[in-house]
């Protein structure tokens, strides 16, 4: 009984394998999908049911602006995900888990997922995928080589570090207050600090 009973879990589990290569390769999406996707159920037209991948409308625009945003070269990742949670970024919720800010970690892991630009990967073999990809791929490359001039983790010095950050927020609408370098006319260069509500257009004060 026990060795059929093994038998029986290798089989099973060889089988599940096999379907989800097969799966992987006719462009479907292998387990949970990413931040920004939503796994869902619907009914084809054979009334039969199936399982696919929609773009989360919540998310799903906030990961475009996250690599559109990385993509200019001007950000390291940590601002990014301060900028992200301002703006309301959160991991999808589970039955037994609630949906929580993208830690910084868990950012550089997506920035480098394929399948934003519509790639399937699965045992390290990508895949033309069958979902709507969140960003094009001359934006998805640009935000893979910034990421390489930076180092594992995305990161360079500050360009315009201050030791207020992250502890000074605006009087009218609670954002964050950013330094921002603006040049004068005669190439002085003065530091002001902006509300980042303000300065993405998400809050009218002024």
């Not at 939503?38 to 009914?43: G, Y």
């Not at 919540?58 to 996250?66: A, K, S």
């Not at 001359?138 to 930076?150: A, P, T, Y």
């Not at 300065?199 to 004060?205: E, H, K, L, V």
């Amino acid at each position: 009984v026990a060795v059929m009973s093994e038998f029986y879990s290798n089989n099973l589990a060889t089988e599940v394998m096999k379907g989800s290569l097969q799966k992987a390769k006719s462009g479907g999406t292998v387990g949970r999908a990413p931040t920004g996707y939503r796994n869902v159920r619907k009914i084809d037209e054979q009334g039969r049911e199936i399982r696919t991948v929609d773009v989360d409308p919540e998310r799903g625009p906030q990961m475009t602006w996250v690599f559109e945003r990385y993509a200019k070269g001007d950000i390291n990742v940590r601002d990014l995900v301060e900028e992200a949670t301002e703006r309301g970024l959160t991991s999808r919720p589970g039955p037994k888990t609630p949906s929580k800010p993208i830690n910084h970690a868990n950012l550089c892991r997506l920035l480098r997922h394929p399948y934003y630009k519509g790639i399937v990967r699965y045992k390290g073999v990508h895949y033309p995928g069958n979902h709507e990809p969140l960003v094009d791929e001359k934006v998805w490359d640009k935000v893979q080589e910034v990421l390489d001039s930076r180092g594992r983790a995305g990161e360079r010095q500050r360009d315009h570090h201050h030791y207020l950050k992250g502890t000074v927020f605006c009087a009218d609408c609670g954002s964050r207050l950013i330094v921002s370098n603006n040049k004068s006319r005669n190439g002085t260069i003065y530091p002001y600090f902006i509300c980042i509500g303000r300065q993405m257009r998400r809050a009218p004060c002024q």
